[in-house]
């Protein structure tokens, strides 16, 4: 079975720049959120959506945006790119969008690189 | 405001030795914890899932206990390896409407041979 798939898995943009990161989820998984981790610290949480519908937003400017796709796919998209956006982006699948029996499955990031 | 720390912040440890590592959290609401393997520069791959009604999950050399009440988390690795360097990240998730996890800074391991 196929895991958490998100492509690219290295990208390289200058500042100012838009970038869009994709995301594929465990097959049934219907809950997809996106994490930033910045070298030498743990993830932090940036969108959760299930069904289509954000759940959930963290501590990010409105230049993140996210959406979900019927196949439950994802992207995640930013926009003016600013040089501390350089970071690993991760996405990480659920079966459910609620709190209980909501292991998180990850995958192997995408490094983003600003220059 | 749920915030979670790991110690050590790292550790080397010769082949064949168990070890301990360490996570707490001041909010003891928690739903779940969860324990993560992260090697360089790459994903995380879920090692233990503990609900907030479980005391301790086992899988092959690891064992995670969970004590909600005191906040804290401990994963027990037996007789390390040094493919098990890697970092360590634990992560809980409280109520909501969301399932995000809030993770710690890790612990990164290093496994001497």
């Known amino acids: 079975d196929a895991g958490v798939t998100q492509s690219p898995t290295h990208l390289i943009k200058t500042r100012g720049q838009h970038v869009t990161l994709r995301c594929s989820p465990i097959?049934?998984?219907?809950?997809v959120s996106w994490y930033q981790q910045v070298l030498g610290q743990g993830p932090q949480f940036i969108f959760q959506y299930y069904e289509k519908e954000e759940r959930g937003r963290g501590n990010f400017p409105d230049r993140f945006s996210a959406r979900q796709f019927p196949n439950y796919s994802s992207e995640l998209n930013v926009n003016a790119l600013l040089l501390g956006d350089s970071a690993l982006y991760l996405c990480?699948?659920?079966?459910?969008?609620?709190?209980?029996?909501?292991?998180?499955?990850f995958g192997q990031g995408t490094r983003l690189t600003v220059v | 405001k749920q915030e979670v720390t790991q110690i050590p912040a790292a550790l080397s440890v010769p082949e064949g030795e168990n070890l301990v590592l360490n996570c707490s959290f001041t909010?003891?609401?928690?739903?779940?914890l969860q324990w993560f393997r992260q090697d360089p520069g790459k994903g995380l791959t879920s090692l233990l899932l503990?609900?907030?009604?479980?005391r301790e999950q086992t899988s092959g050399r690891l064992n995670a206990s969970l004590d909600k009440s005191s906040g804290r988390s401990t994963l027990y690795i037996a007789a390390s390896q040094p493919g098990d360097s890697a970092t360590y990240l634990c992560a809980v998730q409280n109520g909501g409407a969301t399932n995000k996890l809030i993770f710690g800074t890790g612990t990164l391991l290093a496994v001497q041979p």
């Open positions: 990480a699948s659920s079966l459910l969008g609620q709190v209980l029996n909501t292991e998180a499955f």
């Open positions: 097959s049934g998984h219907k809950s």
């Open positions: 503990i609900q907030s009604s479980q």
């Open positions: 909010d003891s609401a928690i739903y779940n």
